[in-house]
């Protein structure tokens, strides 16, 4: 049987995504017809504002265009990570911190990392990228000239997640003809082979559809309750289970730092992601090592204000991944698939890698789905394999012993194979692109070099050559000069929005 009906059950930035990657893959299909279906009735989730680059190639897929993100979403530029305080304060600091940014420590693609291991009073390692200077001083990734997507430093977007679901939602449905239903759905049908056959809604009606994407969230309404796809637990990896969220208001003329703010605190981080009109901040913590009361004490000391009245939105987090993210005619997406804490900004990049991998993948025939299934639920899982183990990475190298929570991540919790046999090689040999055998490693070599490293990683240095040390050193004076000169020709973070929203403004008159 051909599948020809599609429902999306659940909106947000997750249905949306795979709305729009199936409706570019399968638009060439004349009988297919995708429905996303989300009920007033139940929440967005909504509190991840941070991408990545890859959210620009998606953005162009879809032909959603650059300008229409920052004008209608409240966007920003992020051109990375900003560590601050993950490492013992008596013998870094109170102010320590490093750069996880979006470009290579590869100065002209050359490895400069075993130079900088012989010398590492010539710098911070994330100041092997420039935008470690850029970001400091708040510029700008682009020049008013620069064209669509691109910058002199790569770059990726905050945002407000509701805006980005409607634009998302809005493209969808002109572009690609997806149809768009309000319908709470109170049952869900299968037939004697355990496939999903209908949908039983509140208004009465039963619908039947080929195939289904689950995107309702926590809930899991299809892949879990229908199907009753276990969720594979990995809190014992990552300790971190809750989250305060706050959006604080911001004046327009605050400048705007280019990068998620990331400080520790004594059982957990704080995220802090600068829009155009208001900061996103969240208080993530550890209940096993922090009360409730104690969590909103610290957030008021970090804000500046007490938060005891304030309209704190508490978000518990279920980290782990089901078993199958695709089991018979239904694949899970979002936080129906899985969630780890938003460390490096993965909720969207996993839900956009998913959603693309299903629609390049997608059957044609339902005869087509257990050879298909069975090599994306393969991908999948080590997908977030990976995922935890880079999240978990920031946690356990750290050298603060300040707290409980500090102590159990850095010397009890146990990593995986195949994390714990990496970080045994690498102090013995720096991290090489060829460590990361598989293309469905989202992190590699670059984004490990700028944690590692930043959070003063031991690894033994290598040998090093005459030729080696002076080719080094002169790409990375280089490198520092230019990151000077295009920090003075390039405008303030601000600044550059606000020339946009200028120039659009006289565009439309």
Known sequence: ???????????????????????????????????????????????????????????KKFGISEVDLLASCDATFKQGIKFANWMDTKKYGANHFYYHPFSS???????????????????DYSQLSEIHTLAELNCSPKQIASPPFMGVVDYAYHFNA???????????????????????IIAVEREASGDIIALRFASGITEAFDFY???????????????????????????????????????????????????????????DIPLTTRRGIGFVYSSAFMSEDEAVQEFSTYVGRDLQQANLRRVPMKIGYRERFWERNCVALGLAQGFVEPLEATSILVTDFCAQLLARSFPQYKDDIPQLSEYCN??????????????????????????DFWIENTEKTPL?????????????AAPKRNDFFSTFDIFGVENYLFVLYGMHYPTRPGRLGQLEAERSAALIRELQ???????????????WLVELKKAMASQSR
């Open 1 to 59: 049987m051909k599948i020809k009906r599609i429902a999306i059950v659940g909106g947000g930035t997750a249905g949306w995504l795979a709305a729009n990657h199936l409706g570019v893959e399968l638009s060439r299909d004349p009988e297919i017809d995708i429905t996303l279906i989300e009920s007033k009735d139940i929440p967005v989730i909504g509190v991840g504002e941070g991408t990545v680059p890859q959210i620009k190639a998606t953005l």
């Open 213 to 271: 994407i689950d995107c309702t969230g926590f809930a899991a309404l299809l892949i879990g309750e229908a199907l009753d796809v276990p969720f594979l637990n990995k809190s014992n990896h990552i300790l971190t289970d809750t989250a305060l969220a706050l959006q604080e208001p911001t004046s327009e003329h605050e400048e705007l730092f280019p990068y998620t703010l990331a400080t520790a605190h004594q059982a957990g981080w704080i995220w």
């Open 378 to 403: 393969q991908v999948v899982s080590y997908t977030w394999e990976r995922v935890m183990d880079f999240v978990q990475l920031h946690y356990c190298i750290s050298d603060r012993r300040d707290s």
């Open 416 to 428: 995986s194979p195949i994390l714990q046999e990496r970080l045994a090689r690498w102090k013995i």
């Open 105 to 123: 420590p590869h100065p002209s693609g050359f490895d400069v990392t075993n130079y900088w291991l012989h010398n590492k009073s010539v710098c």
């Open 481 to 495: 000069q230019k990151a000077t000169s295009n920090a003075r020709n390039l405008l303030s973070h601000r600044t």
């Open 162 to 184: 509701a805006k980005f679901s409607d634009l998302l939602a809005r493209n969808a449905r002109e572009k690609f003809s997806v149809k768009h239903r309000s319908e709470t």
